[in-house]
């Protein structure tokens, strides 16, 4: 039953009900109080419908997620690392009945001190899966949204990184002497081509039509398939890497690549300048080369010329050299 008091010049509302921890909140009028209780029970009454008669932790239905959901995604990888965080946190241990929107805020302001803000966003939506699975699939609900007071982080600001003629010079000098060649090829080719660190690793030699100069990527992270023109250094790069593997083109791990880019950016003093960058720069060279906004789409696999344009930062010297005559 839900009760509500006053107490120090403001309104304490209650509500128990027997199998459930009860639910309190203070409000400045009785009005407030009186509607928040009768929305409480209304929800406790729905949740004891769908509930099963043994509840799960936060954590175990993260777990659930992954085994469920999760693993049909192509970034089942990167997803499963976040609900492990979430499966760690304090809250991951709460009988998912009962953590409360308190909990919640608690744990993104937290998230909101050690991340940036694009990955505060990818953390929300996941959280709000994960709990319209419990809803939806378990049937097991919690009473109010613990989202609620939460405001969905709006969407980072694009970078705009790009390397200046020597900055790209000096970057293609520096692999030319890292002694991980099949790392060094990688990387180059990352600029060559645009495409993600995930497609390269991907790389099959029959994926390969030497005599065209195309390049087949079977899945991409859309989900759709695609095929690309390389450039010619793009082409002798794939063409020295299958002399050595004639199956996998780059046999290296993704963990591999990452603690090798970090350890490379850190020792040649670049290091603001992230992996994914190089797909930016490649995007808006082809750009400065010419290729039309379809073209350029052939290659990057953006479905949404929006998305395309956050990946183009045309350099103004470029522009100017077309027209300034």
Not at 2 to 26: I, L, Y
Not at 57 to 76: A, F, H, M, N, P
Not at 104 to 116: H, I, M
Not at 146 to 174: C, G, M, Q
């Amino acid at each position: 039953m839900g009760s509500v008091r006053r107490r120090n010049g403001k309104w304490h509302a209650q509500v128990r009900r027997k199998g459930w921890q009860s639910f309190t909140k203070t409000f400045q009028t009785k009005k407030d109080a009186t509607s928040w209780c009768i929305e409480i029970e209304k929800q406790l009454t729905l949740s004891s419908q769908t509930t099963t008669p043994s509840s799960k932790t936060l954590s175990e239905v993260c777990d659930l997620y992954r085994q469920i959901k999760s693993i049909q995604k192509s970034g089942y990888r990167e997803e499963r690392y976040r609900l492990q965080q979430i499966a760690a946190s304090p809250v991951g241990r709460m009988d998912i009945r009962y953590i409360t929107d308190k909990q919640v805020e608690d744990y993104f302001k937290n998230l909101e001190q050690n991340l940036n803000t694009g990955t505060v966003r990818k953390m929300y939506f996941l959280f709000k899966s994960v709990l319209q699975f419990s809803n939806a699939d378990l049937g097991i609900a919690t009473p109010l949204n613990p989202l609620s007071n939460i405001k969905v982080p709006k969407d980072s600001t694009p970078r705009t990184k790009r390397l200046n003629k020597d900055e790209r010079e000096f970057l293609v000098l520096a692999l030319q002497l890292l002694r991980n060649k099949d790392l060094a090829n990688l990387i180059e080719f990352a600029v060559e081509s645009g495409m993600r660190r995930s497609e390269i690793l991907r790389i099959h030699s029959q994926d390969i039509d030497v005599r065209t100069h195309l390049l087949h990527i079977p899945k991409a992270k859309n989900g759709h398939s695609r095929t690309i023109p390389l450039t010619k250094r793009a082409s002798e790069i794939l063409n020295e890497q299958h002399s050595k593997h004639p199956i996998i083109l780059f046999p290296l791990t993704a963990n591999a690549v990452n603690l090798g880019w970090q350890r490379f950016r850190k020792k040649i003093e670049m290091s603001e300048l992230r992996f994914h960058d190089l797909r930016h720069e490649a995007i808006s060279t082809f750009f400065e080369k010419g290729l039309s906004i379809p073209e350029v789409q052939l290659i990057s696999g953006h479905r949404d010329v929006r998305q395309l344009f956050r990946y183009t930062h045309i350099n103004p010297e470029s522009v100017r050299n077309k027209y300034f005559l």
